[in-house]
């Protein structure tokens, strides 16, 4: 659900910028009061496994299309919602300008749609209360599908207000609105499933880290996360280094849905004015466009022809564990950032 600048006006899309940057304060500014040594190592293995769970598109039977993990109730219910919103913003903004994933007009809207959503509305209005405590795994299960079903609506529901707001007239309202929920609500049930797995884990393993999120206090010194963070970190480089072979070559749900309506999976850039500035700038910045090495001619066509799986491809090992550690190394930088921060001012 990446939009792409084609989708947006400037209006909507540099709206969309301010309202994340509001919200990027926000969560800093409260996150000060519970970062600490043991925070930030987290925040950073979680961020590399959700941009490598990312790449890996899956397909949604009977209808040619599939969907990919958000990611942001995982890392709302692991991390809390500030330090969560911060590590999405973080991998969109990796994936924007490395890897050419999402327009950077439309990254303030990406950003908003896949980070506000889990993070401040469906994890403590919804998901805490359905999973009480959380030491059951059947209300676990029953939080993470129903969570993250909603926050995907959400989502998708903001990506069709947010083109009509643009006025994409090739994109009807009523029409594009009838496409995109379904689809992720679907996307939104097997992410539930996901997410649940990978809560369940860490209850098992070091139920400590739940309960400090729940409670919005510093995880103690006492709590031993090296077996977490030497799972999450051994399955970013696994998800993005292997598993990325075998993504669903099938359009994603926003992709389909523009596809069902327009008769094509893009519609036209502006040829001017910001949208082509921003194009060339994020040209230059994506050394991984696609998430492989940029084939050249006959092969470019050879592979959009008959796009081949699963696609055993150098160049998709090299993106997902490039844009992993990347992300690893990001987020530790903006969490040492605010930890600093609040030293010097206490």
């Known amino acids: 659900m990446h939009m792409a600048d084609a ?10 910028w301010a309202g994340t ?48 993990l958000g990611g942001g109730m995982i890392l709302a ?5 500030h330090a969560a919103f911060l590590v999405m913003a973080s991998v969109l903004t990796v994936q924007a300008l490395f890897f050419a994933d999402g327009g950077l007009l439309a990254l303030g809207c990406n950003v908003w749609n896949l980070g506000v959503y889990p993070c401040y509305l469906v994890y403590p209005f ?12 059947g209300r676990v299960l029953t939080a993470s599908v129903v969570s993250a079903a909603v926050a995907l609506q959400l989502g998708a529901f903001s990506v069709v207000l947010e083109t009509l707001l643009s006025g994409k007239s090739e994109l ?4 594009f609105l009838l496409l995109m929920q379904p689809i992720h ?16 884990y860490v209850r098992t393993a070091r139920p400590e880290i739940l309960a400090s999120m729940a409670a919005s206090r510093p995880l103690g010194r006492d709590v031993q996360l090296r077996k977490v963070l030497a799972t999450f970190a051994v399955l970013a480089v696994v998800t993005g280094g292997v598993l990325s072979w075998f993504a669903s070559t099938h359009p ?11 008769g094509s999976d893009s519609l036209p850039e502006a040829g001017q004015g910001i949208v082509s500035v921003l ?17 050249a001619g006959n092969e470019a066509q050879k592979a959009e022809e008959s796009p081949a799986w699963p696609m055993v491809d150098g160049g998709t090992s090299a993106a997902g564990i490039v844009g992993a550690a990347v992300v690893l190394g990001m987020v530790l930088l903006v969490g040492l950032g605010i930890r600093s921060f609040r030293g010097r001012n206490s």
Do not use: C
């Not at 194009?279 to 084939?295: M, N």
């Open 7 to 16: 989708l947006l006006s400037p209006a909507v899309g540099t709206t969309l």
């Open 21 to 68: 940057a509001a919200i990027t304060g926000f969560a800093s500014h409260r996150l000060k009061k519970q970062i600490d040594d043991r925070t930030i190592p987290l925040m950073g293995v979680l961020g590399a496994f959700i941009f490598a769970s990312q790449m890996i598109n899956f397909t949604i039977p009977g209808t040619g299309s599939s969907g990919h």
């Open 77 to 81: 219910v692991l991390l809390g919602p």
């Open 126 to 137: 919804l998901y805490k209360p359905l999973a009480g405590g959380g030491k059951s795994p």
């Open 172 to 175: 009807p309202f009523e029409a």
């Open 185 to 200: 609500l679907v996307i939104g049930i097997v992410e539930g499933f996901v997410t649940a797995g990978v809560i369940n």
């Open 252 to 262: 994603d749900g926003l992709e389909w849905s523009i596809q069902r309506v327009t």
């Open 279 to 295: 194009k060339r700038f994020q040209e230059k910045t994506a050394v991984l466009p696609d998430y492989s090495f940029a084939p």
